[in-house]
């Protein structure tokens, strides 16, 4: 790609504006630890769910769909559609219940739920797992996207492509802590949505127009099959007629299992991670709530359109015969990088450039924040030094987000397929999903069900991949090696909860106290707290919940219609759309946003008790 003056100077602003907020928010983010990881609990809604958008559309992320779409059509995309159930489940189950624990991480959340020894390793150990390897996974899918964008566009080796991007995004994160990345992903959510937009556009043109797209793409071989996509190949369903479809398997593994089994960053079952983060940051239980909503709409239901078409029109373009620059072997993610290179005029090319650097910095910022929050308060705060001053924690702080970026460049040297990133980290979390939903709604769950969860997780799915027992580089392979883990996992923390001595009564009760869960799990230790169950609150949750998912599916429908010309049938899915929407609204506002008051009386109550 060959830039002129104006494109330098287009990415030569982003850089100098992601590095004034970090320098206007340093002084604030060295006050104290809460500062510097949680914004002080200030946050609106609006801006704590825009960074959680913003976190999860990174420079990995339109490649990866590219390669989906080469693989298996635009229903490929089911691997991570799916989730949404997942999503909403954190935005009428967990969002306000996060908010009401105040605590600073959701590694931390393990000893307010737990007691004794078993939850002190247990709150270490998933610091420093998730803080280090599932965190460096994470990072080096995120750093191998933006190093295959900037090579294939400037010609720049790996590490020199990685190198300017993580200096300016490690120089504002130790700089302005969790303010500066929420602030900055604003900023870099916007002009990355600019930059996938316009590049779609040009796309699209560049194959004569939306039906020209439809005839043409039609006539193209998937990657890894003898025969062409067919009419099926804009299809926003699979059902196996054609050898490059999702087999039925792997669809009802995406859409039956994997959203509450599996965890995985951004759509944890029972929330977690930086979504947590974010909801821990926020105003209050209502802001909490919006954001995750907010969140949930934009990610499945407002940005895969514009990555789908570019993969579409990149595959018609191209053949699916781009080359990997580095390696000279086929890469079909790089029909995305190619489209850039062949179609952008001057402007747009700085434009696009910096809107991937944008996507990339938002959330390779968030993982170095959200890693060195464990390190620190569940790990080095909690079991090293506890007698610190918080000038202390926030420089130990700085330190570990640098630790954490030199580790993540090793990780990024050794992995060469960002999906296959993506499928690893569903892998090790097979199985945890339901441990982490029910530990807030059964009093039963206890320390070491999450350790047995975690490890079993772990134990099977690197044996299923050891000994090759699935071919997990396919739909199918991959479909198996979920339910197996799932299943053996399942088991296993059942079988540790069963066997083990429940949490004590006393620790129970004040965590019920605190949090108030609702539902029938709870039942014992609500009647020794002389409360009601609350199980109108679980009904109204769920009737939300499926309202939050029809919504945004209808929207993420409606749009692909309208994109593809089927104008009555988008019509009539936006009306469905607006029709939950009103719906879920009317029913947050009868239930005064699920016992909001309730809340606030029920703090009081709890505050005056300790």
């Given amino acids: 790609m060959r830039l002129v003056t104006v494109d330098w100077l287009i990415i030569a602003a982003y850089f100098a504006l992601s590095l004034v907020i970090g320098l206007y928010y340093a002084r604030r983010a060295g006050r104290s630890t809460e500062e510097y990881f949680l914004s002080d609990r200030s946050m609106p809604w609006w801006l704590a769910g825009t960074s959680m958008v913003a976190t999860t559309f990174a420079a990995d992320t339109p490649l990866a769909v590219t390669e989906m779409v080469a693989r298996n059509g635009v229903a490929g995309n089911w691997l991570w559609w799916s989730m949404l159930a997942s999503g909403m489940l954190t935005v009428f189950f967990f969002a306000r219940l996060w908010r009401r624990a105040e605590v600073m991480t959701d590694v931390e959340f393990v000893e307010l739920r737990y007691s004794g020894r078993p939850a002190a390793f247990l709150r270490g150990f998933r610091a420093l797992y998730l803080g280090l390897p599932i965190n460096l996974i994470i990072m080096g899918w995120v750093n191998l996207g933006m190093a295959k964008v900037l090579s294939g566009t400037l010609g720049l080796a790996k590490w020199q492509a990685l190198g300017l991007c993580l200096g300016v995004t490690f120089l504002y994160s130790i700089l302005s802590g969790f303010w500066g990345v929420v602030i900055t992903d604003a900023v870099q959510f916007v002009i990355a949505m600019v930059g996938s937009i316009a590049l779609a556009v040009f796309a699209v043109e560049a194959v004569g127009g939306i039906e020209g797209l439809k005839a043409k793409i039609a006539t193209v071989t998937p990657v890894g099959s003898a025969e062409p996509f067919g009419p099926k190949a804009i299809s926003l369903w699979s059902d196996g007629s054609m050898a490059w479809m999702l087999p039925p398997l792997t669809l009802a593994?995406?859409?039956?299992?994997?959203?509450?089994?599996?965890?995985?960053?951004?759509?944890?079952?029972?929330?977690?991670?930086?979504?947590?983060?974010?909801?821990?940051?926020?105003?209050?239980?209502?802001?909490?709530?919006?954001?995750?909503?907010?969140?949930?709409?934009?990610?499945y239901a407002l940005r895969p359109w514009p990555w789908i078409l570019v993969a579409l029109s990149s595959l018609v373009l191209y053949r699916g015969a781009t080359l990997n620059p580095e390696t000279g072997q086929p890469d079909a993610a790089f029909g995305y990088v190619q489209a850039m290179n062949d179609l952008l005029p001057v402007g747009f090319r700085g434009l696009l450039l910096a809107s991937f650097a944008a996507a990339y910095m938002s959330t390779i910022s968030t993982q170095m924040n959200w890693g060195a929050s464990y390190i620190i308060n569940d790990f080095y705060r909690r079991f090293v030094k506890k007698d610190g001053t918080e000038r202390h924690y926030v420089f130990a702080s700085r330190v570990a987000t640098f630790i954490t970026v030199i580790l993540s460049i090793i990780v990024t040297y050794y992995m060469n397929r960002i999906t296959g990133g993506w499928e690893l980290v569903l892998s090790l979390g097979a199985g945890t999903g339901l441990v982490y939903i029910l530990r807030w709604y059964w009093w039963r769950i206890n320390a070491w069900s999450e350790v047995a969860a975690m490890a079993a997780a772990l134990v099977v799915s690197l044996a299923l991949r050891y000994f090759v027992i699935f071919d997990s580089s396919t739909p199918l392979g991959f479909a198996q090696s979920i339910l197996t883990t799932v299943g053996v996992t399942t088991l296993v923390w059942l079988a540790a909860t069963l066997l083990t001595a429940p949490e004590p009564e006393e620790k129970l009760r004040e965590f019920y106290r605190r949090v108030r869960p609702a539902g029938p799990g709870w039942r014992r230790i609500a009647r020794l707290e002389g409360m009601p169950e609350r199980n109108d609150e679980i009904i109204a949750n769920l009737a939300n919940w499926a309202l939050g998912i029809a919504l945004v599916y209808a929207t993420l429908f409606g749009i692909g219609e309208l994109v593809f010309g089927a104008l009555g049938t988008a019509t009539l899915l936006f009306l469905l759309a607006a029709a939950c929407g009103a719906m879920m609204f009317w029913n947050l506002n009868r239930t005064g946003w699920a016992g909001l008051a309730e809340t606030e009386r029920a703090r009081a109550e709890y505050a005056a008790h300790d």
């Fill in 253 to 299: 593994v995406y859409l039956a299992v994997n959203w509450w089994a599996s965890w995985y960053p951004g759509a944890e079952p029972g929330g977690g991670g930086y979504i947590a983060q974010r909801i821990f940051s926020a105003k209050n239980e209502k802001h909490g709530l919006l954001a995750t909503l907010w969140f949930n709409i934009a990610h």
